[in-house]
C-alpha cells in the first residue's frame, strides 16, 4: 500500500501537481480551515487552496490598515468567501464587489497567447448575482455587490480608500482599468493581488500588471500559485 501511495505521489510531483509536504503549516490552518469546510459544503467552484490561503492570509494580515476591501470578478464568490473569513466577521470593513455576471468582456489583441490563439471567449465564465448571494450568507452585512462592466460602476467608490483589492477577471483590458482606478486608492502598505499573473492561459491581465507598474515603485511579488502580490509604498 505504501509503495502504491509513493508512486502516486511521485507521478504526480512528475505531472507538476502540486503536493504539499506535511511539514507545511498552512494546509493545517485552523481558521482556513474552517473557511474551507465552509466554502466546500455549499458547493462553491473556483479558485485552488493555496490561492484561497493568500486572499485569507491577506485579508488578516490588512486588518490593522484603514481602508475597504475591494474584488474585481467574484463569479460565485468562492474567492471572496476567503477574503471576508480572513477579515473576520466582526470586522468593520466592507468589501465592494464587481463583476458582470455576464462573464467575460471581449479579448483583445493583449490577450493572445504566443501562438496567436486566445484562450478565452466573451461571456465565459457567466454566473448569477444570486448565486453569489447565497454563497456570501453569514457574510451579508459586509457585501456590496455592483453589477456591470468594469469600469462603470467604480465611480460609487471613489471617494473610498482600499487595504485590499483581488482582482481575478482574466483579461488585460479590466485588468489595466481596475489598476488605474485602485492603486491610486491603495492606502500605503494595502495589498493588491492578482490571480491570474501567473497563469499561462492569461497573458493580459500579465501584461496589464506589467505595462502599469513598469514606472511605479512597487515590486511585482509573483507567488507559485500563480497570483502575484503588490504592496503599495
Ligand atoms: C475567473 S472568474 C472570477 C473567479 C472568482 N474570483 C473565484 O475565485 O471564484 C472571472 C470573473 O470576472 C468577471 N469579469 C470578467 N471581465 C469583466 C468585465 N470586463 N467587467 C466585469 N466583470 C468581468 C466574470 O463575469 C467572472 O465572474
New binding site residues.
Given amino acids: 500500500m505504501k509503495t502504491i501511495k509513493k508512486l502516486f505521489r511521485k507521478g504526480l510531483i512528475a505531472s507538476g501537481a502540486p503536493i504539499y509536504s506535511a511539514n507545511i503549516r498552512w494546509p493545517h490552518d485552523e481558521g482556513f480551515n474552517d473557511a474551507r469546510t465552509r466554502a466546500k459544503t455549499k458547493g462553491v467552484s473556483?479558485?485552488p487552496d493555496d490561492r484561497c490561503f493568500t486572499l485569507y492570509k491577506t485579508a488578516s494580515a490588512v486588518s490593522n490598515l484603514e481602508g475597504d476591501l475591494a474584488?474585481?470578478?467574484?463569479?460565485?464568490?468562492?474567492?471572496?468567501r476567503f477574503i471576508l473569513a480572513g477579515a473576520g466577521i466582526e470586522s468593520d470593513k466592507t468589501i465592494h464587489i464587481?463583476?458582470?455576471?455576464?462573464?467575460?468582456?471581449a479579448p483583445t489583441e493583449n490577450d493572445r497567447l504566443p501562438s496567436g490563439y486566445t484562450t478565452w471567449k466573451s461571456g465565459a465564465?457567466?454566473?448569477s448575482e444570486d448565486a453569489l448571494i447565497n454563497n456570501l450568507q453569514m457574510y451579508e452585512h459586509m457585501a456590496r455587490i455592483y453589477k456591470?462592466?468594469?469600469p462603470e460602476r467604480f465611480g460609487e467608490v471613489a471617494p473610498r480608500k482600499f487595504s485590499m483589492v483581488?482582482i481575478?477577471?482574466?483579461?488585460y483590458?479590466?485588468t489595466l482599468q481596475s489598476l488605474e482606478f485602485f492603486y491610486e486608492r491603495m492606502t500605503p502598505r494595502g495589498v493588491m493581488i492578482s490571480?491570474d499573473y501567473g497563469s499561462l492561459g492569461c497573458p493580459g491581465a500579465k501584461k496589464a500588471f506589467d505595462n502599469f507598474f513598469a514606472d511605479k515603485p512597487e515590486a511585482l511579488l509573483e507567488l507559485p500559485s500563480g497570483q502575484v502580490i503588490i504592496v503599495k509604498a
Avoid at 474584488?71 to 471572496?80: A, F, Y
Fill in positions: 473556483g479558485i474584488e474585481c470578478g467574484c463569479r460565485h464568490g468562492k474567492s471572496t464587481f463583476d458582470s455576471f455576464e462573464g467575460l468582456s465564465l457567466a454566473s456591470g462592466w468594469i483581488h481575478d477577471v482574466d483579461l483590458e479590466p490571480d
